[in-house]
């Protein structure tokens, strides 16, 4: 069968690399893919915008795809899914009712409040005076995230009322995000360790993937401005079986069912990102309506289950009949960014190393990449995910970096210490 995957960044790549590895499938068109699925044995880029719908649908019925995933939010919120649900097409992926859980933090936050699953607390506005006069009755540190899409750069932690203040005179007077800053979400701040819980749903089901750790700002320690994601690592030590019990009982049985009652019908990747307190209490920080990235690379690679036969059991009711399969070892993924990101950034950087890199425990996905004259050159904030695996954290580590360390461009960089709280925990006990 031939597979669909729509998207052009690291997690498309992760996708498509994993679903060619299958027998039963003889082709996997990404559209529109990057310079690194342009390189993969059985995968082929189709110049087609995340965004145009009728040319992805066109697609699909001329190439008799049988099955499309779809990587990036901004089509799932665009409701792709339901234009391919329209023309009889299987498409893996919640329509754009399921997708508000992403596209408006104040709908999954009433959301979440209805159906008593634990959160901060929190107040929306879209008044600039109103949301002044709320964040200075807080203590801070506060948290201010912009309603809608933002590309993972919406959420800012507010160290002191002055932050607070300028935050939101810049996202809701400046407009900062533009209209997805239009209304601002503030929360209380939530102390804890960070969890990336991503399962698969069918409507009813739900089943959980292997457990996950990103790194969400952009600096060594965990300092400097949030970005989309500077690395991961999986599986994720804070994720013990008693907190992925709790998981599953207080967040995703419960979010699956909550929808389930508002008469949404929820297909695909759901996302949870969790704080995670020091009693192993967990609490939802956001919803993503699809696979994470950078998460997706370093838990694909431990995947032994094929990717298709997972999604297409949504589909036929098997979700959950066999169990999914997952190699042991621990995987680490380096994102390697271009020099400013996350803001302002060149492209165009030709990239040195990327044959060097690879090895039976390290795979370079790419993510802001394109060819051009005949050379890989950057074409995006995050340009590559590079990811090891080992039988700890730290050797996976290793490997990851080892990797790292071969390739090369003009303003490239990269944290140094993905995976520490992992290791610290290795090494203490």
Same mark, same amino acid.
């Not at 207080?250 to 759901?270: C, K, N, Q, S």
């Given at each position: 069968?031939?597979?669909?995957?729509?998207?052009?960044?690291?997690?498309?790549?992760?996708?498509?690399?994993?679903?060619?590895?299958?027998?039963?499938?003889?082709?996997?068109?990404?559209?529109?893919?990057?310079?690194?699925?342009?390189?993969?044995?059985?995968?082929?880029?189709?110049?087609?915008?995340?965004?145009?719908?009728?040319?992805?649908?066109?697609?699909?019925?001329?190439?008799?795809?049988?099955?499309?995933?779809?990587?990036?939010?901004?089509?799932?919120?665009?409701?792709?899914?339901?234009?391919?649900?329209?023309?009889?097409?299987?498409?893996?992926?919640?329509?754009?009712?399921?997708?508000?859980?992403?596209?408006?933090?104040?709908?999954?936050?009433?959301?979440?409040?209805?159906?008593?699953?634990?959160?901060?607390?929190?107040?929306?506005?879209?008044?600039?005076?109103?949301?002044? %006069?709320?964040?200075? *009755? &807080?203590?801070?540190?506060?948290?201010?995230? @912009?309603? +809608?899409? $933002?590309?993972? !750069?919406? /959420? #800012?932690?507010?160290?002191?009322?002055? %932050?607070?203040?300028? *935050? &939101?005179?810049?996202?809701?007077?400046?407009? @900062?995000? +533009?209209? $997805?800053?239009? !209304?601002? /979400? #503030?929360?209380?701040?939530?102390?804890?360790?960070?969890?990336?819980?991503?399962?698969?749903?069918?409507?009813?089901?739900?089943?959980?993937? $292997?457990?996950?750790?990103?790194?969400?700002?952009?600096?060594?320690?965990?300092?400097?401005?949030?970005?989309?994601?500077?690395?991961?690592?999986?599986?994720?030590?804070?994720?013990?079986?008693?907190?992925?019990?709790?998981?599953?009982?207080?967040?995703?049985?419960?979010?699956?069912?909550?929808?389930?009652?508002?008469?949404?019908?929820?297909?695909?990747?759901?996302?949870?990102?969790?704080?995670?307190?020091?009693?192993?209490?967990?609490?939802?920080?956001?919803?993503?309506?699809?696979?994470?990235?950078?998460?997706?690379?370093?838990?694909?690679?431990?995947?032994?289950?094929?990717?298709?036969?997972?999604?297409?059991?949504?589909?036929?009711?098997?979700?959950?009949?066999?169990?999914?399969?997952?190699?042991?070892?621990?995987?680490?993924?380096?994102?390697?960014?271009?020099?400013?990101?996350?803001?302002?950034?060149?492209?165009?950087?030709?990239?040195?190393?990327?044959?060097?890199?690879?090895?039976?425990?390290?795979?370079?996905?790419?993510?802001?990449?394109?060819?051009?004259?005949?050379?890989?050159?950057?074409?995006?904030?995050?340009?590559?995910?590079?990811?090891?695996?080992?039988?700890?954290?730290?050797?996976?580590?290793?490997?990851?970096?080892?990797?790292?360390?071969?390739?090369?461009?003009?303003?490239?960089?990269?944290?140094?210490?993905?995976?520490?709280?992992?290791?610290?925990?290795?090494?203490?006990?």
């Amino acid at each position: 069968m031939k597979v669909l995957v729509i998207g052009n960044g690291g997690r498309e790549h992760a996708i498509a690399w994993k679903l060619a590895q299958s027998a039963k499938v003889s082709e996997v068109l990404v559209a529109p893919g990057n310079a690194g699925t342009a390189g993969e044995p059985k995968v082929r880029n189709v110049p087609i915008a995340v965004t145009d719908f009728d040319g992805l649908v066109e697609l699909a019925k001329r190439e008799h795809v049988a099955l499309t995933i779809v990587g990036p939010e901004i089509p799932l919120v665009g409701g792709v899914v339901d234009r391919f649900e329209q023309h009889g097409l299987k498409c893996f992926g919640p329509r754009a009712a399921g997708a508000q859980l992403e596209g408006s933090k104040a709908f999954t936050k009433e959301f979440l409040s209805r159906h008593k699953i634990p959160t901060a607390a929190y107040r929306a506005f879209t008044d600039f005076a109103a949301a002044r %006069d709320y964040v200075r *009755t &807080l203590t801070p540190p506060v948290v201010i995230k @912009a309603d +809608g899409l $933002a590309a993972g !750069k919406g /959420v #800012i932690i507010a160290a002191t009322l002055a %932050d607070a203040e300028a *935050t &939101l005179d810049r996202v809701l007077r400046q407009g @900062a995000f +533009g209209a $997805a800053g239009t !209304k601002v /979400v #503030i929360e209380d701040f939530l102390r804890g360790e960070e969890a990336s819980f991503i399962a698969v749903v069918d409507g009813t089901r739900v089943v959980p993937l $292997a457990s996950s750790q990103d790194h969400k700002t952009r600096d060594d320690g965990d300092r400097g401005p949030n970005t989309g994601g500077m690395g991961a690592y999986s599986p994720a030590p804070v994720v013990t079986p008693a907190v992925h019990d709790r998981v599953m009982r207080e967040i995703m049985l419960p979010t699956v069912r909550g929808l389930m009652a508002d008469g949404i019908h929820y297909r695909g990747f759901l996302y949870a990102g969790l704080m995670i307190d020091d009693a192993g209490r967990p609490f939802v920080i956001e919803f993503n309506c699809r696979l994470g990235d950078p998460e997706t690379q370093p838990i694909l690679f431990r995947l032994r289950t094929e990717l298709a036969d997972v999604c297409l059991s949504c589909f036929d009711g098997t979700l959950g009949v066999k169990p999914i399969d997952w190699d042991p070892r621990a995987t680490v993924g380096v994102v390697m960014a271009s020099g400013g990101y996350p803001d302002a950034y060149d492209t165009g950087k030709a990239i040195t190393g990327l044959d060097n890199a690879t090895g039976s425990d390290v795979k370079v996905f790419h993510a802001g990449t394109k060819l051009e004259g005949g050379r890989v050159v950057t074409d995006g904030g995050r340009v590559l995910c590079v990811v090891g695996t080992g039988d700890s954290v730290r050797a996976a580590s290793e490997a990851a970096y080892a990797g790292v360390s071969k390739i090369t461009w003009d303003g490239g960089f990269y944290r140094t210490d993905i995976g520490y709280r992992a290791i610290q925990r290795e090494e203490a006990s």
